[in-house]
């Protein structure tokens, strides 16, 4: 527990007791904030000027939310991170964590780098003027928040899950961290072609802006910077994934005994449901011939891979791909599919298996979890091998 011994505090005499500053409490003003300093700039990047009939006249259409954090310590290192959420939250969960904990832009912030922190298109600040052509549906539930992310122990939908203990609380509802992290939950776009397409624009446009830089992102948020890498490779230094959702082929969400998730067909371009360039080149994800490898158990999943004639990633190749998976998550059962679907399409891949570094406990929202600044540290060291500072 944190308790601030404000001026306020003492004014109002050692009889008042101190302020609880735990969980939600800590947006009270005599509670002091663990984020670091920073000075905040946001702007919109990518689109274009598009005539509405219905509204005879232009509207802007299809550009990113992007604020930039700038720590008052300073930038030292000289290629920025852009944090890319999965949509579920908005781009506001890499600030503090939803137990009002330091979260990882402050990290980054504090190790010297320039942070950049998106909304995608069509969802959240990335919200869409144009919204016959984004239309929105519900990003989750609590049953599914609960059951594949937050308390996956309690159903035991794969043996891994017993191991979880990171999340700060017990995850279901009435907690107060899930409670806080529920209600950041907005909804996403059921047009994933046109969010897929447009991302790939924007997200590049951004990076012509600032220069080449890392990215991170979570989940299904790490189906941008695959594209980007594929549209503009000189410009990522490195694509950091958290448990990535673009799995070749299928989503998977726990297993099918568990209510309202199971695993689906998906991404008919393997890793995205938009072209992407493959070598030889691939006209229609027809031909893309697949097979399904490994036994499908709770514990590991089958994969689906491609099948002769392989088919490689050559600009997505470009760009060092790291993936993290937390060892008590439902992706310790499936991340190993994107792993050597990536090196079977030519690349080269890292894949940092938390429990293999010493970090047990993790699901999916590891970077929100107690011990996000030990995998914060992680990461760092990874971009430290990559450009050797
Ligand atoms: C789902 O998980 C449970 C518990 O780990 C397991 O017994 C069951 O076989 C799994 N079902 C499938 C289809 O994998
Ligand atoms: C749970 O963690 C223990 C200790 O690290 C490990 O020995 C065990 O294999 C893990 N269980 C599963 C199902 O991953
Ligand atoms: C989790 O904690 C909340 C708040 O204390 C409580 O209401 C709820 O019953 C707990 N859930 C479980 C499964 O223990
Ligand atoms: C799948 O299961 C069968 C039968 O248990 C076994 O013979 C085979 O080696 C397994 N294959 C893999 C890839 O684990």
Request: with cysteine; charged share 10%; net charge neutral.
């Amino acid at each position: 527990m944190r308790f601030s011994l404000s001026l306020v505090a003492a004014l109002v005499g050692s009889a008042a007791a101190a302020t609880n500053c735990d969980g939600l409490n800590q947006i009270k003003k005599e509670c002091s904030s663990q984020e670091s300093f920073y000075k905040r700039d946001y702007f919109y990047v990518g689109g274009n000027y598009q005539y509405n009939t219905a509204l005879s006249s232009d509207i802007w259409v299809n550009a990113m939310y992007v604020e930039k954090l700038t720590g008052l310590g300073g930038v030292w290192r000289p290629y920025p991170i852009v944090l890319f959420t999965a949509g579920v939250p908005s781009g506001a969960g890499w600030l503090n964590t939803p137990d009002g904990r330091k979260g990882w832009a402050s990290y980054f912030l504090d190790n010297g780098y320039q942070v950049y922190i998106v909304d995608q298109t069509g969802m959240g600040r990335g919200g869409q003027n144009d919204i016959a052509s984004w239309p929105l549906k519900l990003a989750t539930t609590v049953k599914i928040t609960e059951n594949a992310y937050t308390a996956p122990e309690l159903i035991n939908p794969y043996p891994q899950s017993q191991n979880h203990t990171q999340w700060p609380g017990n995850g279901t509802q009435g907690d107060p961290a899930f409670d806080a992290l529920v209600k950041s939950m907005i909804p996403i776009t059921t047009n994933v072609v046109l969010q897929e397409t447009t991302m790939r624009a924007a997200g590049c446009a951004l990076l012509n802006l600032i220069g080449p830089a890392f990215t991170i992102s979570h989940s299904i948020g790490s189906t941008y910077p695959l594209l980007m890498s594929d549209e503009c490779p000189t410009l990522l230094k490195g694509n950091i994934n958290l448990e990535p959702g673009n799995i070749p082929f299928q989503s998977y969400v726990g297993n099918s005994t568990v209510p309202a998730v199971g695993r689906t067909t998906s991404r008919p371009w393997g890793l995205t449901n938009t072209p992407i360039g493959y070598s030889p080149t691939v006209t229609t994800p027809s031909e893309i011939n697949t097979v399904t490898v490994g036994n499908d158990t709770a514990a590991l999943r089958s994969c689906i891979m491609q099948a002769s004639p392989i088919h490689t990633l050559p600009n997505v190749a470009k760009v060092p791909y790291v993936l993290l998976t937390g060892s008590a998550s439902p992706h310790i059962t499936y991340d190993h599919c994107m792993v050597n679907y990536l090196n079977q399409a030519g690349v080269s891949t890292t894949w940092i298996k938390l429990g293999d570094v010493g970090i047990k406990g993790n699901a999916h929202f590891m970077f929100l979890e107690k011990n996000n600044m030990e995998i914060a540290a992680v990461v760092s060291k990874w971009i430290s091998s990559i450009v050797g500072w």
